[in-house]
């Protein structure tokens, strides 16, 4: 499906009809597999924080918290390369007048390759997401953050263990 | 009032285990998505049983506001973090008495009088088990101390 961005109330300033057009172009462009225009999307020190990703070692925990360019590009790579249907339906969007905008996605694709501690099966999920973004005046990204429950995620794909 | 003001009063009353008056803030109709647990229904039935289950195994329950804004629909958009030690069941896992602390997304639809007509919440379950020592997802009841 394309992107169907629901209106959120009248009065749209231009600073939210900006962060608006920006935002569902990030999705257009994750949802064309077009990564480096996600990223061109994004301030050149954009945040990045995916808060359920967590990759528990023995010495320490890696998380999804730092800078588009340097986390966020590589594990949209990741992912794509794992699941090269991958794609994305919109179902909300809400935006404030200073840049904030919430997005309620769904995100779908079909695993041909081990992502991290899940191993392939060939499994397909589809689930749904909540990203919060900020979006500067310039209509650059400069801050995404994104939640998502990765147990029903590791469920989807047959990988049942906590990790 | 403003929605900004209705989702500050929604999270202290949970941090306090008053989902009475939490009860007292919503729609009668008001509507519940509690997403990573597929629950989805109404914020007197689904969402009191969950508010009311959290409340009885984290009685130590410290909620964080970390980021709060207001969308042009009304709608409060929060991420909070959740702080406790379990004193009891919760959502399937034993109680071994382990500190959790996991973040959360909240929206909060609010009426033009200051109502939450409905609610939606999201969270990783798997960062969640992982925290009450749970070992795997097809089953929850087994832990590991």
């Known amino acids: ?163 | 009032m403003s929605a900004r003001k209705v989702a500050r009063q929604f999270f202290d009353h949970m941090q306090a285990a008053d989902v009475d008056e939490i009860l007292c803030m919503v729609t009668p109709d008001a509507a519940v998505s509690l997403v990573p647990l597929q629950v989805h229904g109404s914020m007197v039935a689904e969402g009191a049983a969950y508010l009311y289950e959290l409340a009885r195994s984290f009685p130590d329950l410290v909620i964080r506001l970390r980021r709060l804004f207001v969308t042009t629909d009304s709608t409060a958009v929060a991420e909070i973090t959740i702080e406790g030690t379990q004193a009891d069941a919760f959502l399937g896992a034993a109680n071994l008495e382990k500190h959790v602390d996991l973040d959360q997304a909240w929206m909060l639809e609010v009426t033009p009088d200051d109502r939450i007509s409905a609610v939606t919440a999201y969270w990783d379950s798997n960062q969640l088990y992982r925290r009450l020592g749970v070992k795997r997802l097809d089953k929850i009841t087994i832990t590991a101390r």
């Not at chain 1, 301030?43 to 320490?60: H, I, K």
């Not at chain 1, 998380?63 to 949209?76: F, M, S």
């Not at chain 1, 060939?122 to 310039?138: A, N, Q």
Request: glycine fraction near 10%; include cysteine.
């Open chain 1, 1 to 163: 499906m394309d992107t169907e961005a629901l209106p959120a109330g009248s009065g749209t300033t231009s600073r939210e009809a900006t962060a608006r057009a920006t935002v569902i172009g990030f999705f257009d462009a994750y949802r064309a597999r077009d990564v480096e225009r996600m990223v061109e999307l994004c301030g050149d020190n954009a945040d990045f924080r995916y808060v359920p990703f967590e990759v528990w070692g023995r010495q320490r925990v890696l998380h999804g918290d730092g800078k588009v360019c340097t986390v966020g590009k590589p594990i949209w790579t990741a992912l794509i390369d794992a699941f090269p249907d991958l794609t994305n339906t919109v179902t909300s969007v809400r935006a404030d007048g200073e840049g904030n905008v919430a997005v309620q996605a769904d995100i779908s694709g079909t695993q041909t390759k081990d992502f991290g501690v899940i191993a392939c099966a060939g499994g397909h999920y589809e689930l749904p997401h909540l990203f919060l973004f900020h979006v500067t005046g310039h209509g650059l990204i400069d801050d995404v953050v994104s939640y998502w429950d990765n147990a029903q995620w590791k469920k989807q794909l047959g990988w049942f263990e906590v990790d």
